[in-house]
């Protein structure tokens, strides 16, 4: 069964992500942990300033026992308040194969038809099939939506846009800072450090100041994009004071931009500072001060409001729907043929102990041929079980059949490795 539990920009704001945020150490421990207790087989977690979903696959098929217990490990792992669980959102089957294949398409996003989501979905199967807490089946999903995301961006104007929230939001702040000499920081130098970089220059600036903590990773960033000015180790605040338009996308778990600190900055100009950062890096209460403007990422949500229906907006819907709907089959025969798999083993290992069972005084040729009996009677009974099977699922198109038939031989193995 596939399954996802998380949480979006769609129905919780900024803080409230925070709350489910996930490092790569954190992801890799919690479904550890839940494969061990026996929830799931595996799962992928993709975390962003957006989002934090986790795409799981699960042989429990009793789907309200399995969301009750993945809640209760949640709330208890990472402490979530009663209003931010009651805004965690589930889907299973259809609905997440759906969603699955739009996000990675770019209609999902804040900022629709964004490109950066399609690499980190790619990171965050990587990480889990680095760290092997995949599956086999979620590797198949996975490239599905890969292979959607592809063929969208190839056949279809939304591929065009390359747009992304770093990007969005530079041109969301360009907007906004009215300065005639416009003086851009970043401050943090990762992934989306690299996107708003990128999109400051495309937009014609000369130079880009960047600050990182560590001198290192700020020198390596600066060698594969030459228009940057670097500050390190502790000058922070020395490159906001040379600013005036300050971007903030650090992995930091607190805020770095402290109301107290750009007081002593004794600031003398507009200052704008854009958050894209999850939790968030800059302090709710730096508005307070006169002349300091600061947004973060759900401001980015008029943008989109705004925006055109793309033209193509109902081909690529169709497109994503034919994907979804050969997919849901895949897991139906899918399913099917594991069932089968399982009529088989147990027919084999309820032989096996039935013929060991034979009484010692009967001779070899005897046993030989109560053997060769069984193996036809055997043969016979699995072949009428699994062609009902297949005529039951492909009658209804239904996995019902099959999730019971492989729960009920689930069962019967289960006794048999008890016997043994």
């Given at each position: 069964?596939?399954?996802?539990?998380?949480i979006?920009?769609?129905?919780?704001?900024?803080d409230?992500?925070?709350?489910?945020?996930?490092?790569?150490?954190?992801?890799?421990?919690?479904?550890?942990?839940?494969?061990?207790?026996?929830?799931?087989s595996?799962?992928?977690?993709?975390?962003?300033?957006?989002?934090?979903?986790?795409?799981?696959?699960?042989?429990?098929?009793?789907?309200?026992?399995?969301?009750?217990?993945l809640?209760?490990?949640?709330?208890?792992?990472?402490?979530?308040?009663?209003?931010?669980?009651?805004?965690?959102?589930?889907?299973?089957?259809?609905?997440?194969?759906?969603?699955?294949?739009?996000l990675?398409?770019?209609?999902?996003?804040?900022?629709?038809?964004e490109?950066?989501?399609?690499?980190?979905?790619?990171?965050?199967?990587?990480?889990?099939?680095?760290n092997k807490?995949?599956?086999?089946?979620?590797?198949?999903?996975?490239?599905?939506?890969?292979?959607?995301?592809k063929?969208?961006?190839s056949?279809?104007m939304?591929?065009?846009?390359?747009?992304s929230?770093?990007?969005?939001?530079?041109?969301?702040?360009?907007?906004?800072?009215?300065?005639?000499?416009?003086?851009?920081?970043?401050?943090?130098?990762?992934?989306i450090?690299?996107?708003?970089?990128e999109?400051?220059v495309?937009?014609?600036?000369?130079?880009?100041?960047?600050?990182?903590?560590?001198?290192?990773?700020?020198?390596?960033?600066?060698?594969?994009?030459p228009?940057?000015?670097?500050?390190?180790?502790?000058?922070?605040l020395?490159?906001?004071?040379e600013?005036?338009?300050?971007?903030?996308?650090?992995?930091?778990?607190?805020?770095?931009?402290?109301?107290?600190?750009?007081?002593?900055?004794?600031?003398?100009?507009d200052?704008?500072?854009?958050?894209?950062?999850?939790?968030?890096?800059?302090a709710?209460?730096?508005?307070?001060?006169?002349?300091?403007f600061?947004?973060?990422?759900?401001?980015?949500?008029?943008?989109?409001s705004?925006?055109?229906?793309?033209?193509?907006?109902?081909?690529?819907?169709?497109?994503?729907e034919?994907?979804?709907?050969?997919?849901?089959?895949?897991?139906?025969?899918?399913?099917?043929?594991?069932?089968?798999?399982?009529?088989?083993?147990?027919?084999?290992?309820?032989?096996?102990?039935?013929?060991?069972?034979l009484?010692?005084?009967?001779s070899?040729?005897?046993?030989?041929?109560?053997?060769?009996?069984?193996?036809?009677?055997?043969?016979?009974y699995?072949?009428?079980?699994?062609s009902?099977?297949?005529?039951?699922?492909?009658?209804?198109?239904?996995?019902?059949?099959?999730?019971?038939?492989?729960?009920?031989?689930?069962k019967?193995?289960?006794?048999?490795?008890?016997?043994?």
């Open positions: 069964m596939f399954g996802l539990i998380g979006d920009y769609t129905v919780a704001n900024v409230e992500r925070a709350c489910l945020a996930l490092s790569e150490e954190e992801a890799v421990m919690l479904i550890s942990d839940w494969k061990r207790w026996g929830y799931i595996g799962a992928v977690v993709l975390s962003t300033c957006n989002r934090v979903e986790i795409y799981y696959d699960s042989e429990e098929n009793n789907s309200s026992l399995l969301s009750k217990v809640r209760q490990s949640l709330q208890r792992n990472l402490e979530l308040s009663t209003r931010v669980m009651a805004k965690l959102k589930e889907l299973d089957g259809e609905e997440l194969f759906r969603h699955l294949f739009r990675s398409s770019g209609l999902e996003s804040m900022v629709q038809g490109t950066q989501i399609l690499g980190q979905l790619k990171e965050a199967f990587r990480i889990a099939t680095r807490i995949s599956t086999p089946l979620l590797s198949r999903l996975f490239h599905k939506a890969f292979e959607i995301a063929k969208v961006r056949n279809f939304l591929g065009a846009k390359q747009l929230a770093g990007a969005s939001a530079v041109d969301f702040m360009l907007n906004k800072c009215t300065s005639s000499n416009i003086k851009p920081l970043i401050i943090g130098a990762g992934q450090a690299e996107t708003v970089y999109r400051l495309g937009r014609g600036f000369k130079e880009v100041l960047l600050y990182n903590r560590t001198r290192e990773r700020a020198e390596r960033f600066q060698a594969t994009h228009k940057t000015k670097i500050f390190t180790e502790g000058d922070m020395r490159a906001v004071q600013a005036n338009l300050i971007f903030v996308a650090t992995s930091s778990l607190n805020p770095i931009i402290l109301k107290e600190d750009l007081i002593k900055l004794n600031i003398k100009e200052l704008f500072f854009f958050d894209l950062a999850v939790p968030r890096n800059i709710n209460d730096v508005v307070e001060l006169t002349r300091v600061s947004y973060a990422i759900d401001d980015l949500k008029n943008l989109t705004e925006k055109e229906a793309d033209e193509q907006q109902t081909l690529i819907e169709a497109e994503i034919t994907f979804v709907q050969d997919f849901v089959l895949w897991c139906e025969a899918s399913g099917v043929r594991e069932s089968i798999e399982d009529i088989q083993k147990v027919s084999q290992l309820l032989l096996k102990r039935e013929l060991r069972n009484p010692k005084t009967l070899d040729q005897q046993r030989e041929l109560i053997a060769q009996y069984d193996e036809h009677f055997r043969i016979t699995t072949t009428a079980l699994v009902a099977l297949r005529e039951l699922s492909e009658g209804e198109r239904s996995s019902h059949y099959a999730d019971t038939t492989k729960a009920l031989f689930k019967i193995k289960q006794k048999e490795a008890h016997r043994s």
